[in-house]
């Protein structure tokens, strides 16, 4: 089982305020040690196809700092991110007007208090740090989070105020950047800040649990499960398609498909996607190769399951070209990279079914 570390920060009661929810959730984990926790994923799929109900874990380490709420305090991380010996950061903070957590995904380059912080400026108007990117975005993957997965509904900002919240999120993903601090993984060290209404009783252990929840995704490289169809026409010949110029990876070749959904199995995948793809008709026939395309910021789960159309002419309605091939003519297009390694088991287990029949 994997394990990783993780900087918690939070900051005390401000402006005349009493307590501060960060505070109080960063104390909380100071003595946990390591702590399995289950890890909020996308969807996966079991050898034959069907949903998955396993929950991964991760070994989470916590390390906590409860940072003054002025300027010294929005710099701790920032001079010291990378010497921290994590490899990631969840940045704490009280919203007095949230009624649901709200995950920031830009930090901004402003300073515009309407109250005194614990130093007693009050700037308005002001840079973060003086000729500065206008804003900078979370270096977490959130493209990529299950918010479906997640014990607490939150909200999508990108708006961290103007405060030492957005100030201390700002020096942190401005030093993660000039410094290329980068993760185990070797992404940028994912950053996120999340933004934490008041709570009491039951509201500190479900925003506790939630806290938990986002360190563990933090620490994980994202997968996506897909389905890959190998698919048949009615000649039969395979098909595959051409990835269009607005799309990542313009140009390369691939099996039609696509991501897997939660609950749903392989073969309903199957006939989701190349109904949305090719406007046909599939019947999924056996599977044929698997592999999991391993990338900095992200692994594809890829599952390449034998399909052949129905009824129904192909129509793309997403790719920009569709070639025919032959088993042996497979290798006769540039393949995308996570499908490429597919390639000649493909063939091998097709002629085998062939030579068969």
């Known amino acids: 089982m994997r394990r990783g570390r993780i900087l918690v920060t939070g900051y005390p009661p401000f402006a005349g305020g009493t307590r501060n929810i960060s505070q109080i959730l960063i104390e909380s984990l100071v003595n946990s040690g390591f702590e399995r926790i289950a890890i909020p994923t996308t969807p996966r799929v079991n050898d034959d196809g ?13 390390s906590t700092q409860l940072l003054s709420c002025d ?33 920031e995904s830009v930090a901004r380059n402003i300073l515009d ?16 740090i003086l000729d500065g990117l206008e804003q900078i975005q979370s270096t977490a993957p959130l493209n990529r989070l299950p918010m479906d997965e997640l014990c ?22 401005d030093a993660i950047e000039k410094n290329a601090v980068q993760d185990s993984f070797g992404r940028p060290l994912p950053c996120l800040f999340l933004h934490l209404p008041d709570a009491y009783g039951e509201g ?3 925003q506790l649990a939630l806290v938990k929840q986002l360190s563990a995704w933090l620490l994980t490289r994202p997968r996506i499960t897909v389905a890959c169809s190998v698919l048949e026409d009615k000649d039969g010949s395979l098909i595959s398609c051409r990835r269009s110029a607005d799309q990542s990876f313009a140009g390369a070749w691939e099996f039609p498909g696509g991501k897997v959904e939660r609950g749903e199995s392989l073969q309903e995948a199957f006939i989701r996607e190349l109904d949305e793809e090719l406007e046909v008709v599939i019947e999924p026939l056996a599977a044929l190769a698997q592999h999991v395309h391993v990338m900095p910021n992200l ?5 390449a399951w034998h399909c052949r159309i129905t009824d129904g002419v192909p129509r793309l309605n997403v790719h920009d070209a569709m070639r025919k091939l032959k088993i042996d003519e497979l290798l006769n297009v540039e393949w995308i990279d996570a499908d490429l390694p597919m390639i000649a088991e493909i063939q091998k ?9």
């Open 299 to 303: 692994e594809i789960e890829l599952h």
């Open 152 to 173: 607490m509904i939150l909200e999508d900002s990108n708006n961290a105020g103007s405060f030492v919240c957005n100030e201390t999120y700002y020096r942190t993903l």
């Open 50 to 62: 069907t949903p998955s109900q396993k929950k991964e874990e991760m070994e989470v380490e916590w």
């Open 71 to 103: 300027e010294a305090g929005s710099r701790w991380t920032a001079e010291r991110v990378t010497s921290l010996e994590c490899d990631a950061i969840l940045h704490l903070g009280l919203c007095n007007t949230c009624e649901q957590p709200r995950l």
């Open 204 to 206: 500190i252990e479900k």
């Open 349 to 357: 287990a097709l002629s085998t079914s062939e030579n068969a029949a």
């Open 113 to 128: 208090m309407r109250t005194e912080d614990n130093s007693g400026r009050c700037l308005q108007g002001e840079s973060v």
